[in-house]
């Protein structure tokens, strides 16, 4: 039972940890949104309300992680988002870039998104585990 409790305890950690890092990028997209309008395509129509709209959705999945309410569905669309930048911001900006500090600034942020998409699908995964585990 100890034990247990130890890695119930270390995974609200990890999750607390993973919420932290979304709060301070969600908050970011509105204190600095003119410095993240260059990731957005430029195809995509909207411009700047799409750098509000990732705020919004990462200061979500933040407070469902927080306050552990919704936590599957806010992991799985999480994950969902972070891989649609991978494929369509980081993945051409890297396969695009001339400069090679740009190329490695867009392969860091490729693998980053991928490890937190990765990170939420887990937790989205164990979400009902956990909450049953807490009744």
Known sequence: KALFMNQHLISRIAIWLLAIVMLVFGIYHFKRPENLLIYVPTYLPGGIIWVYFVGVAFILAALSFITNRFVAIAGYLLAILLLIFVVLVHWPNYSEAGDPEMKQLAFVNLLKDTALAGF???????AKHQRLNEA
């Not at 939420?120 to 164990?126: H, M, P, S």
């Open 120 to 126: 939420a699908l887990y937790i989205a995964a164990n």
